[in-house]
Each structure stands twice: as C-alpha cells, then as structure tokens.
C-alpha cells in the first residue's frame, strides 16, 4: 500500500465529508475523489499563500521588497484622519498578520454580511482602523483583510488586479485547469479569501514550492522567497505554516482544505473538503512522507 493508499483510507475512515485527496511527485500525479462535487472548490486562506507567491515574484524581479512599508504604496487611498503609525507597517507586518490592528480591521466575508455592517469599501475601512500595537512586535491578529492589502499594493506595482497577475505568472505556467477568485464590490481580488481550485491544480502549486520554486524547467519563485514564506520553524510565514522540525510546511484553508509540501521527496499532497481530519493526517499520515 503507498502513502497515497493510507491516506485515502485515513480520510475515508475518519470522516463523510471529503471531496478530493491528490498527489503530486516527480512520477507524476494521482488523485481520489471520495463524493461527486465541483471541479473547483473554495480553499479560503490557501488564498493568502497564494497571493504572497504575488509579492515573491514582483520581489524577485526588484519591484517591491518584503520591507517596503504599505503607505508607500497606499499613501493617495489612506482616508482622513488615519493613524499616522500606519506609516510604519511593512508588507511583512502584513503577511505576517502583526500590523498592530485589532480585530475590528477583519472583514470575514465567508460569514459576515459586509453590505450590512458598512464595511462594502474595503480598503478604506481596513485602513482607517487605529493601530493598537507596534508594527511587527504586536500580537498576532489573523485578518482575511491583510491578505486584501497585499493585493492592493500588487495593483498598484502591475496595473493588474492580483488574480490577473497571478493567472499569467503563476497559474498558466502550473497548467491550472479550472480556477476563479471573487472580488470585492470594487471587483480587486479578495486575496485572502475566495480562490476556487482544483486538487490537480493545488497538487501542482504545492508541488512546485517542494522543488525549490520551479516546475517543467521553469522558475517561478526563488528557494529564497520560499524560505521566508514558509516561516521559522513551527511558526506562521506568509500564509504557510513550517512544521517544527522543517521538514515539511502546509497551506490551508476552513473546514480543513490544506496542501501539504514535502522537499525532501519533491512531493505535495492536497487535501479538499468538509470537516477534514487534518490533526489526524498530520499525525498519522506526515510522518509517512517523511520516512
């Protein structure tokens, strides 16, 4: 039985609300497809590693730096009387979610009514939030809105909204074969939130960040970016999370969607569903892909 087989089994035992598993590796692709449903499914914060892959292409080419503070690209959309501290929050601050906001700056679109709250402007109202903590040394504050900002500073850079950007330069290089992103009312890529993929096409993503940034003989990320935006070990990066060792590091997204990446065996697999047993098959499947 391969790892592929146990972790088909693991899921298929341990819950009814699974749609796909898959596997990428340098002998090619499988998948399992456990229930009828979409081709492409929502992965909700998948979405956020995704768009920082935006900025690590754009850092690569010398057009933005990690370091790069957002109101050097935001300055003309900060609204009246905004914090002035905002001036200091980094682009790293952001993907990092320690802006120093607090929890008032989320716009949570998967659950909330924006319409209703008065929060349809997004931009404006992340940004008119007080900053409560200093910049990068605050607590952390998980917001799908940080991921928004990036966005908007990846418009700014290319003239193209984010999902735009990363069809050409990421998805159409990996051979994507079905994906959409919503916006929000303003119609800029929601980025922190809101990518519909396939497995194949997530495998694919995952796969190329386990072989050091390339896929076919083509870069598209550096192994440097890769290493800032996986994290310290045991930590948050850039919408991934580095396991405790290094060894591996995982994407993922509510109601347990998740791809995992494994370097060392230039393998990803790629999880999609409801209720998703991901403690489990990090305990029990992880290590299998490790040995």
Request: proline share 4%; net charge negative; aromatic share 14%.
């Amino acid at each position: 039985m391969t790892h592929f087989d146990e972790l088909v089994r693991f899921i298929r035992a341990n819950t009814d609300g699974a749609y796909m598993a898959a596997e990428m590796t340098d002998g090619g692709y499988t998948e399992h497809q456990f229930r009828p449903g979409a081709g492409a499914h929502n992965v909700y914060s998948i979405s956020k590693s995704v768009t920082g892959c935006a900025a690590g292409i754009l850092e690569a080419e010398g057009r933005l730096r990690d370091t790069d503070t957002v109101y050097s690209y935001l300055a003309p959309f900060f609204p009246a009387g905004y914090d002035e501290r905002w001036e200091l929050v980094t682009l790293r601050d952001v993907m990092l979610h320690r802006t120093g906001v607090d929890n008032s700056a989320n716009i949570d679109v998967d659950v909330m009514d924006f319409w209703a709250d008065g929060h349809s402007d997004f931009l404006a109202h992340v940004l008119s939030r007080p900053i409560v903590h200093a910049p990068g040394k605050g607590p952390f504050v998980y917001c799908d809105t940080n991921y928004y900002l990036i966005g908007r500073v990846i418009e700014v850079v290319t003239g193209m909204t984010c999902g735009a950007f990363l069809q050409v330069r990421l998805f159409d290089p990996l051979k994507w074969r079905g994906n959409a992103w919503g916006t929000c009312p303003q119609n800029h890529t929601l980025c922190g939130t809101g990518l519909f993929a396939t497995a194949r096409d997530l495998c694919a993503y995952g796969y190329m960040l386990a072989c050091g940034g390339t896929y076919e003989g083509n870069r598209l990320l550096t192994p440097e970016w890769i290493t800032k935006a996986r994290g310290e070990n045991g930590a948050y990066g850039y919408g991934f999370t580095n396991s405790g060792d290094g060894r591996w590091f995982f994407t993922g997204g509510m109601y347990g969607q998740g791809v995992y990446i494994f370097p060392e065996r230039r393998t990803s697999i790629c999880v999609l569903g409801h209720d998703m047993p991901i403690e489990g098959i990090n305990k029990e499947i992880v290590p299998l892909y490790l040995d």
